[in-house]
């Protein structure tokens, strides 16, 4: 459905009620701020180390992108952190960078602020840790605070009841793609008017012993465990699997006249969303990228956008040998010939894959590529891939000024969503 | 809900299934509801010995198989509930062939995906090393395999994702099922809940908590939602499912029209990780949000289904809340939670099936074990016998774990 004829993108909205971005945070094992992580993949640097959460001797991958001198008493207090699961703890640091550069007053309106932080899997340290406890010590020396720190909707909880938002509140959960679901479900809530802000995004703190087992028991991790740094190689030939990474990002989300009328600064708008699901195989992608095709056609008729209005794509990328090629035969599918014109990145190559976070940390980071004219890179470009030969941006960033980016994720489960970002230029000052 | 503004859409309900304690689809769990039977029994899913509670509401008799001899190893039992749910509702809305693949959604609400996977295979790595995982384990674990498995049976190519909001997610995927339909991003969705927590580790978290029940040595009548000696709930599980679908569209295509989803309302406290505040501010706006969607007066609402839990602080907090929306004449409300136990996530759209059960039927489903009246409760809380009333609107309660209040109104469609 490429329409090569039209140049210029339609100015017009097709909704009423158009959402923009005011504020960013995020963690993650590249920065522990979005200065520092847009400042790290910018420049093309890897977070990814051996890992130190746990002893990982013996396990078939040693490395991960884990989080770094992230000090959860100093900033959360020293009673309160211990209530709350390490993915709870890094949600509400990334919730209270973006609602500090937002400006918004929380408390002006409560209920009408929502809170959707998705998450794949929740509080995975908790919860291993206190099944070890009922295994070696019985049932009666678990925490009261076990159940409470271990479920996945307690990011989103917890950050309500941080910030003192009093409106809608849920965690999406769709494996990859829970955070590109909850920024994408936000657009919905606040196009509808069931919300004026919405604080959206995804945390994950997945660097525990089931979770590395877990995902190299189904072969899906790099095991390039003398060289970290360079494991997590999307679209190179030479990728082996994905990196496991920690991390929460978290955009705040707001109506356009809302930001306009109290003076906020805008950063972006979320221009279109739309989501589709594979229906095939509880963890493969669908043939040839048909379900991801089809969520980057329907987010683009969402956006009111032709296909050759996209500048830029923040690609799911995972460094797996089966997402890339099924990805890249997704974007020929929506973009035609087009799709060799679009420079994308894959930046798990620097942030390794956050899984339920990934698509929030990626909408951060496609916001401020446009903000600054600078797409990022994807590192560790060794051996191009002929079943991936569009253009990815190879090892070094690139000075352009996109109008308008897609991010995509796709997650275990047969989940796909696209997301499509206007820069903060294409919003008209007032309405 | 009542009608979108910009797409004039409306939601109706054309089939719904249930899977739990007391029954394995909606007409045996309804038939026992009615008659005032209990789910609840000694735990057999584990051996609860030293246990501080030894009982649940454990779906019994439950054949895995008819998922596939090969593909029911492959699911944990949350999302085995889910699958036959789903099944079970689709088949009664004759709805198989009724929209494109690409239009009809699925959501599913789980407070905890895969527990038992997840639980078993912490054990399998503490005893056997890093290496002796499943490659299904992590598949089988996360909670949005319920909806990602019931997509592939159904080959259901639309919107998908879980909600996880805690014992609200069978009631918010409703609520977001519903709006994916007005919307027009969907003609038909196939959304509930589903839970499958009766383990070592979650009923020693709820213990520990102090939330359950311990009465060991009378289970069928633990649980007494409302009642002044109510001492905590009992963990159930199993799976509620409804087809939802556009208004026209069903009527068109000649289906049967159970209720229409008239409103719905999601809040949050922002108060406390798991205690409520003493007014129940929430969850009153919850109500009050969902009657204004569905242009509904508190007099038109003739049953409230609760959520109930059976804790100290969970039913006096609601039944003020009640009381501060209805006044002095609240309908009659009960908690169906006695009977089938607390399904978490599934509990919402468990309640949100019996709600519409009630409403078509013109029988109300009683709370169990009533025998003393809390003089804080103050309502009519249908006590141990079902109630004939003809009715024309109903409300599920839902509240949970994380601040969340969501409160569904289902009217009938005629």
């Known amino acids: 459905m490429t329409d090569s004829s039209t140049q210029r993108p339609p100015a017009a909205p097709l909704h009423a009620r158009r959402v923009v971005v005011t504020g960013m945070g995020a963690i993650c094992a590249v920065g522990n701020d979005v200065p520092a992580v847009w400042e790290a993949i910018r420049s093309g640097r890897s977070g990814i180390a051996p890992i130190t959460r746990f002893d990982a001797t013996g396990f078939e991958t040693t490395f991960a992108g884990e989080v770094k001198d992230f000090d959860p008493a100093a900033l959360l207090g020293r009673k309160e952190h211990r209530r709350l699961d390490r993915y709870s703890q890094l949600a509400i640091v990334a919730a209270r960078e973006a609602i500090a550069q937002s400006g918004l007053d929380v408390a002006a309106d409560p209920t009408r602020v929502g809170v959707l932080i998705g998450s794949a899997m929740g509080g995975m340290e908790t919860l291993e840790a206190g099944v070890e406890t009922v295994v070696t010590q019985g049932p009666k020396r678990v925490s009261p605070f076990f159940m409470p720190m271990m479920l996945p909707n307690m990011a989103s909880g917890n950050v309500a009841i941080d910030l003192g938002a009093k409106g809608p509140n849920v965690a999406t959960v769709s494996a990859c793609a829970s955070s590109a679901h909850a920024i994408g479900e936000s657009l919905q809530m606040i196009r509808d008017g069931r919300a004026d802000v919405i604080v959206a995004g995804g945390s994950e703190a997945p660097v525990t012993r089931m979770g590395v087992a877990g995902f190299n028991a189904m072969g899906a991790l790099s095991t390039r465990n003398d060289d970290p740094a360079g494991a997590s190689r999307p679209f190179d030939a030479g990728r082996d699997g994905f990196v496991l990474a920690e991390g929460a990002a978290v955009i705040v989300m707001e109506e356009l006249q809302h930001a306009l009328d109290r003076g906020a600064t805008i950063l972006g708008e979320v221009r279109g969303y739309a989501t589709t699901d594979d229906a095939n195989h509880m963890v493969q992608p669908g043939p040839g990228g048909e379900g991801i095709a089809r969520a980057m056609d329907l987010a683009l008729a969402d956006a009111g956008l032709a296909p050759t209005a996209i500048q830029y794509i923040n690609a799911h990328g995972t460094s797996t040998q089966l997402n890339e090629k099924l990805e890249t035969e997704g974007m020929k599918k929506t973009f035609g010939e087009h799709a060799y014109q679009i420079p994308l990145s894959s930046t798990k190559s620097m942030t390794g894959h956050l899984l339920g976070t990934a698509g929030s940390l990626e909408a951060v980071i496609t916001l401020c590529a446009m903000r600054d004219g600078i797409l990022p890179p994807t590192i560790n470009q060794v051996t191009p891939d002929p079943d991936c030969d569009l253009d990815c941006i190879p090892n070094v960033a690139r000075a352009v000024q996109a109008d308008y980016a897609m991010s995509n994720s796709m997650g275990f489960g047969g989940h796909n969503v696209s997301l499509i970002f206007g820069a903060a230029g294409t919003i008209p000052a007032s309405r | ?414």
Request: net charge negative.
């Open chain 2, 1 to 414: 809900m009542q009608t979108s503004r910009t797409t004039g859409r409306r939601v109706v309900v054309t089939g719904m299934g249930a899977v739990s304690a007391l029954g394995l689809d909606l007409p045996s769990t309804w038939a026992a509801l009615i008659a005032g039977e209990c789910g609840i029994a000694p735990i057999t899913r584990f051996d609860a010995t030293g246990f501080p509670t030894t009982f649940a509401a454990e779906v019994k008799g439950f054949d895995p198989t008819v998922l596939g001899r090969k593909e029911h190893r492959r699911m944990d039992r949350v999302t085995q509930f889910a699958v036959v749910a789903a099944r079970e509702a689709v088949a009664m809305a004759r709805a198989e062939t009724a929209a494109a693949p690409e239009r009809i959604a699925v959501i599913v609400g789980t407070a905890m995906g895969g527990i038992e996977t997840y639980s078993e295979n912490v054990r399998v790595l503490m005893e056997h090393g890093p290496r002796r995982i499943s490659p299904f384990a992590v598949p089988m674990a996360i909670p949005n395999m319920a909806p990602g498995c019931v997509a592939i049976d159904l080959g259901a190519k639309g919107p998908n994702f879980a909600i996880a909001s805690s014992f609200t997610g069978g009631a918010n995927a409703i609520l977001e099922g519903a709006r994916m339909i007005l919307d027009g991003r969907a003609d038909i969705a196939v959304a509930g809940g589903a839970e499958a927590p009766i383990t070592a580790i979650v009923s020693a978290g709820f213990a520990a908590m102090g939330a359950l029940s311990d009465r060991n040595d009378d289970p069928q009548h633990a649980v007494k939602p409302f009642d002044l000696h109510r001492n905590g709930c009992v963990l159930g599980e199993g799976s509620a499912m409804l087809v939802l679908e556009e208004r026209e569209a069903a009527i068109a295509r000649g289906a049967t029209i159970l209720a229409e989803v008239a409103g719905g309302a999601n809040t949050t406290d922002a108060f406390h990780q798991v205690a409520l505040p003493d007014d129940g501010e929430g969850l009153v706006q919850a109500m009050r949000d969902a009657l204004a969607e569905a242009g509904l007066t508190p007099d038109t609402v003739g049953y409230v289904n609760a959520h109930g839990t059976g804790t100290e602080m969970n039913d006096r907090v609601e039944a003020g809340a009640i009381r501060s929306v209805f006044g002095r004449r609240t309908p009659p409300v009960s908690s169906t939670k006695a009977a089938t136990g607390h399904t978490l996530g599934a509990a919402g759209a468990l309640e949100a099936v019996i709600a519409i059960q009630a409403l078509r039927t013109g029988l109300l489903p009683p709370t169990r074990n009533h025998a003393a009246d809390d003089p804080e409760i103050g309502l009519d809380v249908i006590p141990n016998v079902a109630r004939e009333a003809r009715i024309a609107a109903a409300m599920s309660n839902s509240m949970g774990f994380g601040g969340h209040n969501t409160v569904l109104v289902f009217t009938d469609p005629v």
